[in-house]
């Protein structure tokens, strides 16, 4: 078992390595600031547009390998990531429209923004970054801005959605989407790390997020559905029959992260069993291997088009998922869910040639897209599972303290 735990924890570091490097080498955007993240498969920029979440994904990435990883505490990362979090201040608000003002989903080269999305995810990847940034620089003044923006996005998400400038509909249904409070618990575990007094002040969201992701357990404890009405009821038609295995996972490590700092027993079983079991179930691929990227809990054909799709995203969440969840229980049927996934994963995305990871493959497994970033591919999600896992590798080796 010790072997087979430090084959993975090299082979993951290795990748890591090589992942980071690319970044490095393709992304930087000299002269104006910020990241391309629109990447050929060799690392050729094919689109200068400039996405907020991903913007913020890296200055967090960043900002994180260095904060933690000895081997990152280079001089040329830290620069990076302060470069690209004077960008994002600089750039992502976009011009108030009706009394708001928002980030933008996406700038120019130079800076000017080019679309609003009437959603709180670019605020919340800003605050990540501000807040990781603050963390590595000591700069009291990016704190305050994560915590400023925070408050507004809690705003949003509790008391009043208007200033995201979404009208209301007489035919609209309020709908509970699991992305909503997943990515707040999210925010909640980032911001108090560390500091009691900001753990104190969330301590209530924490509770409202979790019990918000709860409500998306459907039909018995059958099912996760992604959305549900305010109520935590199941809702009628496609919508309510939608399913997203890979959602699922990542809100169940969340919640087993979170359970484990509260010490919630009852928690780190249901995120388990809920969270990451059942969507596996039901998600994983019996013919060709991996994850399906949406479906119907009915059996439905799902009507978007690249559901039978396997994305590079939903299996890091996977690989995370099982890990911390075997390290947690040493159970040896989750380590062999992180094998099953680790196997598929690693044998079907990783580009050995150029670097990075595909993102679009084919229901069969074939290369679909061999873009290496675009619009929702960045300096994130490969990076972020590769550097878990090894953290959380090294704890099982007695190597570290795992996150």
Request: aromatic share 12%.
């Amino acid at each position: 078992m010790l072997g087979k735990l430090e084959r993975f924890r090299d082979q993951i570091a290795a990748e890591l390595d090589r992942v980071v490097e690319f970044w490095l080498k393709h992304s930087h955007d000299k002269e104006y600031g910020g990241f391309f993240t629109c990447l050929g498969r060799e690392g050729q920029v094919y689109d200068e547009l400039k996405y907020v979440w991903l913007q913020g994904r890296q200055v967090w990435m960043y900002c994180r390998l260095y904060r933690t990883v000895e081997r990152f505490r280079r001089p040329e990362i830290l620069e990076a990531a302060v470069a690209g979090g004077e960008f994002l201040r600089s750039h992502a608000w976009a011009p108030p429209l009706g009394g708001s003002q928002k980030c933008a989903f996406c700038l120019t080269r130079d800076g000017r923004a080019v679309k609003v999305q009437r959603t709180i995810f670019s605020e919340c990847f800003y605050v990540l970054a501000m807040d990781e940034l603050a963390r590595v620089t000591g700069e009291q003044r990016h704190q305050v801005e994560a915590e400023r923006v925070m408050d507004l996005i809690v705003h949003w998400a509790r008391v009043d959605p208007s200033g995201l400038g979404r009208p209301e509909m007489p035919g609209d249904i309020p709908v509970n989407s699991m992305a909503i409070p997943m990515m707040l618990l999210c925010l909640v575990e980032q911001l108090t790390e560390g500091r009691a007094g900001l753990a104190e002040k969330y301590s209530e969201l924490g509770r409202w997020c979790v019990q918000r992701t709860l409500q998306h357990i459907q039909r018995d404890g059958a099912a996760i559905l992604e959305h549900v009405s305010e109520e935590g009821e199941e809702l009628p038609g496609c919508q309510g029959r939608h399913q997203n295995p890979g959602h699922a996972l990542e809100a169940g490590w969340f919640l087993l992260q979170h359970a484990v700092r509260q010490g919630d027993e009852e928690l780190k079983k249901t995120a388990v069993e809920k969270f990451m079991l059942l969507p596996f179930q039901t998600g994983w691929d019996q013919q060709h291997g991996g994850l399906l990227y949406f479906q119907d809990v009915d059996g439905c054909c799902p009507t978007q088009l690249e559901w039978s799709m396997k994305l590079w995203w939903p299996h890091c969440e996977a690989l995370i998922a099982f890990l911390m969840a075997y390290c947690q229980t040493r159970d040896p049927a989750l380590l062999d869910r992180f094998s099953q996934v680790y196997d598929y994963t690693f044998s079907h995305f990783p580009d050995a040639e150029q670097g990075e990871w595909f993102g679009y493959l084919t229901q069969q497994g074939s290369l679909a897209l061999d873009l290496k970033g675009g619009p929702f591919k960045g300096c994130f999600h490969v990076p972020r599972c590769l550097y878990m896992c090894e953290q959380l590798l090294d704890g099982l080796l007695g190597k570290s303290q795992a996150p």
